[in-house]
């Protein structure tokens, strides 16, 4: 038996650590650990409830927005405040946009190294990489000249030693198993991938002022004017520029993305064995299409237990607890009691040893991340989550491009319960969005020209208009899965916050009565050929999107300053 230890995992956002017991070259046990602490709710207490967006979005640098969206929508259930349809729209595009960049550049940036063997791409033929390439794509980059660009500037990099964060990777590692010409395909697109995301995101900059975190939301709408008469107002011209922006998307996603998933997916086949975790899938719902109390959504809500995807289960908020058994914290009643996150409580406790460490006692404490349960089961949330129950409840555009992947792969739908299956679902997804977008945009040009111009509801936005005492619960699916807030507003200001978020699902501890979280029981069984060099590990970890950083906020109690940025 050896004792694998990964801390800490890179290519992610925030600290992770994953420890396992590796016995004749598969994992019989692991543990997941986040070592930041959290702190954000506790900054929030006392403070004006239309300001928590403004904090809260600064939970995380990566998933900027997602944070903003769920806190907003909290206070409004908490006051009664309801955005008017141009408010919902333009919050469609901006978490929509998000979600496609987010993926794009997961699969490109964080997850594809764990598939593509970059000094392998030195050996390729050229020419033969094109011809690879013109295969499954009428992409205009794909020429031999091309290609071979690249690899000359690989070259020089590897020969200047100059291969920076990648410098201490696996290359070579006997895991790998793309051909050289995929490697170099693969490696070209990584470069794209860079401008690529650069430049949609500016749909932000035009909705919300800038990127990360966007200055344009308000409890009740929006701030972004829209006016077709004035040049300071989304207009026609906008209208224009977004379009041109998610037309370039949804080009780079069907001509590079998902034709590159789809060929590295080919050669890991095997994939589909590994990683299938606890098999539970819940999902909130996301993209309303409608300005109802309780509106239509377009990516459905609900529940879908032991890898049935004949039954989805309708969503309950009352069914979601949180676990502090195995985490840094206590509860005044006790740490084996469960408590709803309209009560939770976040009181930090550390008993763990100061790092460096070589191992965690993990039969006591041993994560800042809390253990969250639904109806007493853990849950996965993300991507695939989402694919899979809007498959079960029928979404006619996700059940043609899930029969789709799945064809060209020729694997079964029991390969979606797997780290492939998650890496092919974010695809999907990222497709399905990408496509969508377009239609955002239309109708809030239709609104434009009917002059129905409205972004805000200014009727709750005193707090003289709010009830005394109130609680609120705001609901996201953020790229990386369910994504909750709720709050307890008392005269006024907030008496309460807590914030469950979608790494706290997936990278959760064990709970009360020893279940492992998603992480953990994703990795056993996971065939490790190299003790010493677990990339195995990675590629599951790595396939679920880990944002510690949303899971464990920083709070230094005494104040001190961290870091000096001059702006120069």
Known sequence: MTHVVVDPVT????????????????????????????????????????????????????????????????VENAVGAV??????????????????????????????????????????????????????????????????SVRDRIKGFVERGQLGPFANA?????????????????????????????????????????????????????ATPIDPDRQASINAGTIAELKGLAARARDFVTKVYIPDLLAVASFYKSWAGYGGGVGNYLVYGEYPEDDAAKPALFLPPGVIRKRDLSKVEAFDPAKITEHIKHSWYEYAGGDDQALHPSKGETRPKYTGPNPPYERLDTAAKYSWLKSPRYDGEPMEVGPLARMLVAYGSGHARVKELVGAVLKKLGVGPEALFSTLGRVAARGIETQILAEKMGDWIDQLAANMARRELRIHDNSKWEPSSWPKDCTGAGFHEAPRGALGHWVHIKDGVIANYQCVVPSTWNAGPRDAQGRRGPYEEALLGTPVADPTKPIEILRTV??????????????????????????V
């Open 542 to 567: 790595h396939s679920f999107d880990p944002c510690m950083a949303c899971g464990v906020h920083v709070l230094d109690a005494s104040q001190r300053k961290l870091a000096e940025v001059r702006v």
């Open 170 to 222: 696996y290359w070579g590692h006997p895991a790998y198993a793309l051909p050289p010409e995929a490697n170099l395909m693969a490696v070209a697109h990584y470069l794209e991938a860079l401008d690529w995301q650069r430049d949609v995101i500016k749909m932000h900059a035009i909705l919300g002022g800038k990127n990360p975190h966007l200055q344009s939301f308000l409890v009740g709408g929006m």
């Open 83 to 148: 955005p008017p349809p141009n408010a919902r729209l333009l919050r469609n595009l901006i978490i929509g946009s998000q979600c496609v960049q987010d993926h794009v550049i997961h699969f490109y940036h964080l997850h594809a190294l764990d598939w593509v063997d970059i000094v392998s791409a030195l050996s390729a033929d050229p020419a033969k990489t094109s011809a690879l390439a013109e295969s499954i794509s009428d992409w205009p980059l794909s020429s031999a000249k091309y290609f071979a």
């Open 11 to 74: 290519r992610i956002e925030g600290h992770l650590r994953i420890e396992a017991e590796v016995d004749g070259g598969f994992v019989k046990d692991a543990w997941s650990s986040s070592t930041m602490f959290r702190g954000i709710e506790l900054i929030l207490k006392g403070r004006d409830p239309r300001d928590a967006w403004a904090f809260t979005q600064r939970i995380c640098g990566v998933c900027t927005t997602v944070h903003a969206i769920a806190s907003i929508r909290a």
